[in-house]
Each structure stands twice: as C-alpha cells, then as structure tokens.
C-alpha cells in the first residue's frame, strides 16, 4: 500500500484538534461540568468560537501532509516509482509549485 506513512502523519495530527479544543476551553474558563457564571448563550458562543479555531488550527497542520498523502495515492504506478517517499515527494512539490502547492 502506497501512501500508509503519509496517511499515519495526517492521522497523528489530531493531537492539534483535540489539544487545541481543550487548551482554548481552558484559556476561556470552561473547564469540564463547570459553566461558571456564564449563560447558557455565552457557553455555546465560546463553544462554537473554540470549534471553529479548532478546525482551523487541525487543517493547518494536517493540510500539508494530505497534500503529500494525495500526491503519493494517485501517482501513477510506474517502475520506479514517480515519489520513492513522502518527502521526495514534498520536495518535488515545492520545487514545482513552491509553498502555494501545499495550499
């Protein structure tokens, strides 16, 4: 199976979901079964704020690598190989495309 590094990489980034959803909970006083002094509306308020940061910090992390991941999948199989390994394959990518080919 091609890919199943790059697919382990891209999996092992959910540290950055789960880390960061609790660590923003923590910044904004919401710990586990306390609501503090807040209403019920600003409890769902930093709940979805903290989600959506949430999102936003897992795809940052884990784009780059599924990028690779897509590249290294549906690359033709040829002999050689087009990419002997993920990072030959990072490589060619920002030699072709630069950063934005990570986007």
């Given at each position: 199976y091609r890919g199943w590094v790059m697919s382990?990489?891209?999996r092992s980034c959910?540290?950055?979901y789960f880390g960061t959803y609790e660590l923003l909970r923590k910044q904004f006083g919401?710990?586990?079964?306390?609501?503090?002094?807040r209403s019920t509306l600003?409890?769902?308020g930093v709940s979805v704020l903290?989600?959506?940061l949430t999102g936003v910090s897992y795809w940052t992390c884990c784009?780059?690598?599924?990028?690779?991941?897509n590249r290294i999948l549906v690359a033709p199989d040829t002999s050689p190989p087009l990419y002997r390994n993920g990072l030959h394959?990072?490589?060619e990518i920002y030699r072709i495309h630069g950063y934005r080919g990570f986007l």
């Open positions: 382990a990489l891209v959910m540290f950055a919401m710990t586990a079964g306390s609501k503090g002094n600003e409890s769902l903290c989600g959506s784009y780059p690598f599924d990028v690779v991941r394959c990072a490589r």
